[in-house]
């Protein structure tokens, strides 16, 4: 017999297409669950890749390159004037 699972206990990965607007329409969209989807990534990343047996630079590499590349996209159109071009 297959237990069914509560629309909202579901993950986005098991809801089906049809699901999708019911299940979106019972998330948390208050303060406090807007931080606490933030605060379950971060510990998500740190136990992940910086708090483990053996470390290595990677999870504070990762974070680094995550946040050049923000930092491009957002300056991208301040940078795109700059490039050098041929007046002819």
């Not at 406090?32 to 740190?46: D, N």
């Amino acid at each position: 017999m297959a237990l069914v699972i509560p629309m909202k206990d579901k993950k986005l990965m098991a809801v089906k297409t049809g699901e999708l607007p019911k299940w979106i329409l019972m998330r948390n969209f208050t303060a406090k669950g807007i931080a606490g989807v933030f605060q379950r990534g971060y510990y998500r990343y740190y136990n992940k890749y910086v708090n483990v047996k053996k470390g290595s630079v990677t999870g504070v590499s990762m974070l680094l390159a995550d946040y050049v590349l923000f930092n491009y996209c957002h300056s991208y159109k301040e940078l795109k004037h700059e490039r050098r071009r041929k007046y002819h």
